[in-house]
Each structure stands twice: as structure tokens, then as C-alpha cells.
């Protein structure tokens, strides 16, 4: 597997990383707890005995808007205080600045001081009714670095859920090669307890955004249909006057015909002597 290293600076924090490696901390220090992201674990579908924090996949033509989800999963219930499965707050990096990069537009059209490209709680869970998210930074429309916490609204003793966080929509640059792939990689993940204790993510994996081709436009041509009669214009009409079919025969001497006939067999009958 192929390894492309990267340096982030976060908060006075220096962490290199590969793109695709084992899902192991870079740092001994859990409080900074940065993460690789593993590529092989997006074919698995054997739960984690652990957290789980897991990106969408995508596709779009270039120019189009895409969606993307951003997926948590608590650890399994250990029947304890605190610990990975309570986790009240979760503050992860999304780095979706690769070949292509991925555009974000950071309007706030609403005011709520969370971008319109982000969308928390997509599915209505009331579990998250208690949370509310919050984007650190607003340069992330240049960077393609996007920082996001998500904790309470308000104190109590919450715990998030397995549910779809947020999704979030990005934009394929028009130049993106169709064929090509971007990435949302969570860079950087901190899970904390309601102690403030910050637990190992067991599975992290990847956003992927297959650019696709540019639809081809088709034009529909109209089903030729049979001519029925024929139509004439003179410089005397209106152009709307229709005529009988040129191949129909007559009905004139259709009619005539059979008088005729028998207007000449009177005819002999009185000649006869």
C-alpha cells in the first residue's frame, strides 16, 4: 500500500502522518491523538470493539455539489462511569485538501454561526437534541481544512449516540479529471468522556468522492409521422386551407354511375316492342 506523508500544525501541534496506514496514534501523547486513516478498513463490516468515527462516500461531475456523512460509534456498553462508551464531546479535523481537493463554501446565510454546508443531525435523532456543533476557524474555505466540536448545548451528563452526526456538502472543482478521487480524511480525532478524558478511535475511515463525467447532452429528434393529405397555400387564402388526400379517388362519379346504369336499362325497356 502506498504511503504519502503530510505535516498538519494544529493548536502548536506538529503531527506528520500518512495518508493510508495502520490505525495506530502517531503520538504517545493521547491528549493529542491523531490518527491515520486505513483505507482497508472501509471493506470491513465486522464492528469495532471501539469508538468508530466514519466518513461517506460520494460521487459527483465536476461543478456538482456532493454530500457526505460523518458516522459515530460509541465503544460497546461496559456497564461503567465514564469511559469510551460516554463520550460528551468530539472534536475532529477533516482534511479534504487532495488531488482533486474538494471546495467548501462557509456561508453563513442564517446567521447561526454554523456554515449552510453543514447540517447537524440530518436524521432528527433525540439523542442529539442535547448537543450542538460548532466550526473552529473560517478559513476553511482556502485551506480545505475544516475543524469541528461537537458537545452539550447545555450541562447534564449526555452521551453521544451511534447516529449520523452531521453532513456536510462540498463542491468537485470544474477543472476535477473525471476518474479521479477526492478524499475526506479525519485527520484528527479527540473523543472525550465526561471526565475529559480522551479515548483511542478503533476504526477510522475515509471519505471518498468519485468524479464522474460530464452528462452528455442529447437531443430528442420528433418521430416521423405519415402525411395524410396534402396542403396548399395561395397568395389569396390564409394558409390553412387543407385538401382531400391527392391519392383518394373521387366520390363524384362514384354516385353517378349507378344512375346511369339504370337510366339505360329503362331506357331499352321502352324501346322494345
Known amino acids: 500500500m502506498s504511503r504519502t506523508a503530510a505535516v498538519i500544525v494544529f493548536a502548536g501541534i506538529v503531527a506528520a502522518f500518512p495518508v493510508a496506514a495502520q490505525l495506530v496514534p502517531l503520538s504517545g501523547d ?11 478498513a472501509r471493506a470491513s463490516v465486522t464492528p469495532a470493539p471501539g469508538i468508530e468515527l466514519l466518513v461517506g462516500d460520494a460521487s459527483g461531475s465536476p461543478g ?21 462508551d460516554e463520550i460528551n464531546h468530539l472534536d475532529l479535523l477533516l482534511d479534504f485538501n487532495g488531488s482533486p481537493g474538494l471546495d ?55 452521551a453521544l449516540p451511534a447516529a449520523t452526526l452531521i453532513t456536510i456538502t462540498l463542491v468537485v472543482p470544474a477543472d476535477a479529471p473525471p476518474g479521479s478521487t477526492g478524499r ?7 473523543p472525550a468522556d465526561l ?32 402525411d395524410r393529405g396534402s396542403r396548399r397555400r395561395d397568395d389569396d387564402d390564409d394558409g390553412c386551407h387543407v385538401t382531400a388526400p391527392p391519392h383518394a379517388p373521387p366520390a363524384t362519379p362514384l354516385l353517378v354511375l ?10 331499352r325497356r321502352n324501346r322494345r316492342p
Open 104 to 158: 467548501f463554501d462557509g456561508t453563513d446565510a442564517d446567521g447561526d454561526g454554523v456554515p449552510d454546508s453543514i447540517v447537524f443531525d440530518p436524521d432528527g435523532n433525540p439523542s442529539l437534541a442535547p448537543f450542538a456543533v460548532t466550526v473552529l476557524g473560517s478559513d476553511a474555505p482556502a485551506t480545505r481544512i475544516l475543524r469541528i466540536a461537537i458537545a452539550p448545548a447545555s450541562p447534564g451528563d449526555h
Open 184 to 190: 475526506v480524511n479525519p485527520v484528527e480525532v479527540r
Open 30 to 40: 493521547l491528549q493529542v491523538n491523531t490518527y491515520t486513516v486505513d483505507d482497508q
Open 195 to 226: 471526565e475529559g478524558t480522551i479515548h483511542p478511535v478503533e476504526r477510522l475511515v475515509p471519505g471518498v468522492v468519485q468524479v464522474l463525467a460530464v452528462p452528455t447532452a442529447t437531443v430528442q429528434r420528433p418521430t416521423p409521422t405519415a
Open 64 to 84: 456538482e455539489p456532493v454530500s457526505i456523512t460523518v458516522r459515530f460509534v460509541p465503544a460497546p456498553d461496559d456497564g461503567l462511569p465514564f469511559g469510551p
Open 258 to 267: 349507378p344512375s346511369l346504369f339504370f337510366a339505360l336499362r329503362r331506357r
